[in-house]
């Protein structure tokens, strides 16, 4: 038994130190690819402060047909996204806009009024990850009291 528990570590070892064929394959073929680091939201704004309390961390898949808009709307807390298919097209209440094609990346506008309109011809979908606070909004529409 003794035998055993010295000649374990040891065996663990040799084990963690040589990765199977496999894993070493797989290990050449990742890439990481970075899509967005930035200090400023998409129109040059500096990115707030970290809002106190509890964080939570939404994420979002926002499909648009084509030819439809996203109602014009807020986010209170910072988010980014990334475009994967279609044309999107974001204009804010100061006539700042940005076209967006797929696979493009962009941090959101905060705390002013804008919206969001597919102008291609295939659906815009865009995943969102929004960095908020637990139990309050991310998205705080204008002609509405509905939030999500």
């Given at each position: 038994m003794k035998a055993l528990l010295i000649l374990?570590?040891?065996?663990?070892?040799?084990a963690c130190s040589t990765p199977p064929k496999s894993q070493a394959t797989a290990a050449k073929t990742i890439q990481v690819e970075s899509l967005l680091k930035t200090t400023k939201s998409w129109d040059g704004q500096p990115l707030p402060p970290y809002a106190k309390g509890?964080?939570?961390?939404?994420?979002?898949?926002?499909?648009i047909a084509p030819?439809?808009?996203l109602p014009e709307h807020k986010h209170p807390y910072m988010?980014?996204?990334v475009l994967i298919s279609g044309r999107l097209l974001v204009k804010t209440e100061h006539g700042k806009t940005i076209q967006l094609e797929a696979g493009d990346a962009l941090s959101e506008v905060i705390g002013t009024w804008h919206y969001g309109s597919n102008n291609g011809d295939v659906p815009a979908e865009i995943i969102v990850v929004y960095s908020g606070i637990e139990g309050q909004p991310v998205t705080v529409k204008r002609d509405a009291t509905h939030e999500h």
């Open positions: 374990l570590p040891a065996l663990l070892l040799s509890q964080p939570e961390v939404t994420i979002l898949k926002i499909t030819g439809a808009a988010n980014a996204g």
